[in-house]
């Protein structure tokens, strides 16, 4: 019975440490094209970059923690990149220029993506088989909660309180929190066999960054991210051109309710009756609300879309990663994550650009 227990102090501490750090994500994704502008005069595509440049270096540390994470050893990678995190939060308080603002989101990204990798590995050899789909929905929910929390703490901040030194402060506090409460977690660690360890440090081919069992999942996962990236970038533009600033306010309010009810019970569904019954109809809810906001002339509307966004890209989003792991020999779960979020995390940066044009 005790092998099929879900909720253990590790499983708890890694999802605070999750929530703590993606909170920092959201809060800083949302201020920092504007805070380039109005510190440094930066033009529009400088800002974006600004803003975009956190996520590529996620992608390019994502590849190498997922690699190498399982012969360094989990605790160490996980703690380092949260030191690292912390560390380029607290350089965001003296920057004087663009140049050095950039360099410094591109070191948070990469201690984003190292630490984001690591976690949910870790997460992932927690959780019983038996509940895969479950567990990783509800560890999921530390992100759903931050999806929300985010943007307004960052609106606010920036906005009514004391400005972007308070933003920064705010995020120092959040990753020091994250790093403190991980020092109290055990961290499952995978001991690699001599021909493993040696096929993993010899390969440096591509496909040795990626895991084959996870692909058909994440190749998937590149248009639903790509997808969804239209939603994040061009809401609020489109809400302004057909008069729904007020209803684009609440939308990701709604999005993170829906989500959390989904997370509920998605997971269970999925460990008792399988994936397609869980994936297919996420599909089919997420093209829903895509529909529903091109033809959107009523607040209703409008917001019916983000709650069908939430039931079918957010529910894709734990259902996939759950489907990429379970695929997956236990000591390559690391790869199959780092797999998984490139894949994701590609599909969000790449998108706007091309929609966009």
Same mark, same amino acid.
């Given at each position: *019975?005790?092998?099929?227990?879900?909720?253990?102090? &590790?499983?708890?501490?890694?999802?605070?440490?999750?929530?703590?750090?993606?909170?920092?994500?959201?809060? /800083?994704?949302?201020?920092?094209?504007?805070?380039? +502008?109005?510190?440094?005069?930066?033009?529009?595509?400088?800002?974006?970059?600004? @803003?975009?440049?956190?996520?590529?270096?996620?992608?390019?540390?994502?590849?190498?923690?997922?690699?190498?994470?399982?012969?360094?050893?989990?605790?160490?990678?996980?703690?380092?990149? #949260?030191?690292?995190?912390? #560390?380029?939060?607290?350089?965001?308080?003296?920057?004087?220029? /663009?140049?050095?603002?950039?360099?410094?989101?591109?070191?948070?990204?990469?201690?984003?993506?190292?630490?984001?990798?690591? *976690?949910?590995?870790?997460?992932?050899? $927690?959780?019983? &088989?038996?509940?895969?789909?479950?567990?990783? =929905?509800?560890?999921?929910? @530390?992100?759903?909660?931050?999806?929300?929390? =985010?943007?307004?703490?960052?609106?606010?901040?920036?906005?009514?309180?004391?400005?972007?030194?308070?933003?920064?402060?705010?995020?120092?506090?959040?990753?020091?929190?994250?790093?403190?409460?991980?020092?109290?977690?055990?961290?499952?660690?995978?001991?690699?066999?001599?021909?493993?360890?040696?096929? +993993?440090?010899?390969?440096?081919?591509?496909? &040795?960054?990626?895991?084959?069992?996870? $692909?058909?999942?994440?190749?998937?996962?590149?248009?639903? =991210? %790509? @997808?969804?990236?239209?939603?994040?970038?061009?809401?609020?533009?489109?809400?302004?051109?057909?008069?729904?600033?007020? %209803?684009?306010?609440?939308?990701?309010?709604?999005?993170?309710?829906? /989500?959390?009810?989904?997370?509920?019970?998605?997971?269970?569904? $999925?460990?008792?009756?399988? &994936?397609?019954?869980?994936?297919?109809? @996420?599909? +089919?809810?997420?093209?829903?609300?895509?529909?529903?906001?091109?033809?959107?002339?009523?607040?209703?509307?409008?917001?019916?879309?983000?709650?069908?966004?939430?039931?079918?890209?957010?529910?894709? *989003?734990?259902?996939?990663? %759950?489907?990429?792991?379970?695929?997956?020999?236990?000591?390559?779960?690391? $790869?199959?994550?780092?797999?998984?979020?490139?894949?994701?995390?590609?599909?969000?940066?790449?998108?706007?650009?091309?929609?966009?044009?």
């Amino acid at each position: *019975m005790n092998s099929q227990k879900l909720w253990s102090k &590790d499983f708890i501490i890694l999802m605070c440490t999750s929530f703590f750090v993606s909170l920092t994500f959201y809060l /800083l994704v949302t201020t920092m094209a504007a805070y380039a +502008i109005a510190e440094f005069q930066a033009s529009e595509s400088s800002a974006g970059l600004a @803003s975009s440049i956190f996520v590529l270096a996620a992608v390019f540390s994502r590849l190498l923690s997922g690699k190498y994470m399982d012969v360094i050893g989990r605790r160490k990678v996980l703690l380092a990149s #949260l030191m690292v995190f912390l #560390l380029a939060a607290i350089l965001y308080l003296p920057i004087q220029n /663009l140049y050095l603002l950039l360099a410094v989101r591109f070191l948070h990204g990469a201690a984003f993506g190292s630490a984001t990798t690591v *976690m949910m590995t870790a997460a992932m050899s $927690l959780i019983p &088989d038996s509940r895969r789909g479950e567990g990783t =929905g509800y560890f999921s929910l @530390s992100s759903t909660f931050s999806t929300a929390l =985010g943007p307004f703490l960052g609106a606010y901040l920036s906005q009514q309180a004391a400005g972007y030194t308070t933003v920064f402060l705010v995020c120092c506090g959040f990753a020091a929190l994250a790093m403190l409460i991980t020092l109290f977690a055990r961290i499952p660690e995978i001991s690699l066999s001599v021909e493993q360890r040696r096929k +993993i440090m010899n390969g440096f081919r591509l496909k &040795d960054f990626f895991e084959n069992n996870a $692909l058909p999942i994440s190749l998937v996962m590149i248009l639903m =991210g %790509a @997808s969804f990236s239209s939603i994040i970038s061009f809401l609020n533009m489109y809400a302004a051109q057909i008069q729904m600033m007020e %209803a684009a306010s609440y939308f990701f309010l709604v999005y993170a309710i829906f /989500l959390f009810i989904s997370r509920l019970f998605s997971g269970r569904i $999925l460990d008792v009756k399988g &994936d397609n019954i869980v994936f297919y109809p @996420s599909l +089919i809810s997420f093209a829903i609300s895509l529909l529903l906001l091109s033809l959107a002339a009523h607040n209703f509307t409008f917001l019916l879309a983000g709650a069908l966004a939430a039931l079918g890209f957010g529910t894709m *989003m734990s259902a996939g990663q %759950a489907i990429a792991i379970k695929l997956t020999p236990k000591h390559r779960y690391g $790869l199959a994550t780092s797999t998984f979020f490139v894949c994701l995390d590609s599909g969000v940066g790449l998108g706007p650009f091309f929609l966009g044009y």
